[in-house]
């Protein structure tokens, strides 16, 4: 096991106690949770009530974290990043989606086999300690942000469905970073009917993933909607620089949810640039953002080495000043968790 040497002097101000304590709950907790794994390969098992005990305390070590970020010094912090990934290693590495997430088989977190497994919120793992943190994973305000986008995002394409026919049209939307595209799914199955179904939008998947473009068509093709979606393979990080010929053109609504907190502030002013140059007079932009509040920030950071740009209200009013849709009429909203920040803005003329 590897040694790690406090940094924080003894003489303890409030803040170097707490690191300490941290300390010894990370340790306590990477214990307990050896000694149930040896545990579950005993007839017995685990006990449910243990594994709740644990589960509580997983809990309550993150919470901790997250309270006391603000007053540790860096070199606590990142101590405690490198104790927190050194001991749940070995767990992590044997789950499913804390695996996925820490490894990043497709080069970047967030891949659209990773949302999926969020979305089909299974714990998964080789065994009893990796499944354990799936679920931990899987429980966190992070992954119910994730959850919960998909009903938002459904409920803005609707309404722009429903805007776009009352002026005789079909809408035409598009989706940046579109992986597996669930929202879309829903909207075609609630249509229902094939009457019904010749309202679905035209909708544009655009994402740099070749994997994820073809899983939305294998999708579409199974169920019969390959129609209403064309994929569009692109950069958007380059295509926002105008390093690529891509656009999208008279679209009433142009959303993304889990893309532009990987685009740091320059970047994402260009991208709204190209957004608004892509929606129609009165189109609309839906972004999601996950908020500083977010609960479980520490968590995904130091077991999921899941680094993303969080941003509040006042971050996305000074990144839309500096773009063409200005920062006036800006509508926000959360989804239930509170962690994925939404913000809303028109295309006037
Ligand atoms: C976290 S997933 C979100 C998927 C989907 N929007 C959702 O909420 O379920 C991010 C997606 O954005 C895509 N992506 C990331 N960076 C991109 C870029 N620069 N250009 C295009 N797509 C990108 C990824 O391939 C991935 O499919």
Known sequence: MTTFIPVTPLLSTPAATRAIRLRADIEALALDLAAGERRSRTPAGVPSEVEDALALRFRQLFRDLEAASAELSAADLDELTALISARFYPWVAASGLADRAVHKPAGYAGDFRTILMV???VPCGACWAGRFIDARVLESPAAWAVKNRRGLLAAEIEATMGAAEAEGRRAQIASLGAGPAEELFDVWQRLGDADARGRMPL???CDMDEGALGH???RSEAEG???ALQAMPV??????LGRSDDR???QDLIYSAGLIDYFKDNLLVRLLDWIYDGLRPGGR???GNFHPDNPTRRMMETSLEWVLIHRDEDDMRR???RSRFGADSLRFFFDPSGVNLFVEATRLA
């Open 235 to 240: 950069n958007l990080a380059r295509a926002a």
């Open 319 to 321: 990144i839309f000043a």
């Open 225 to 227: 909607c390959a129609d």
């Open 203 to 205: 909708a544009t998947l």
């Open 285 to 287: 932009t839906v972004l």
């Open 216 to 218: 939305v068509r294998a």
């Open 248 to 250: 999208l053109a008279d």
């Open 119 to 121: 979305y089909a919120d």
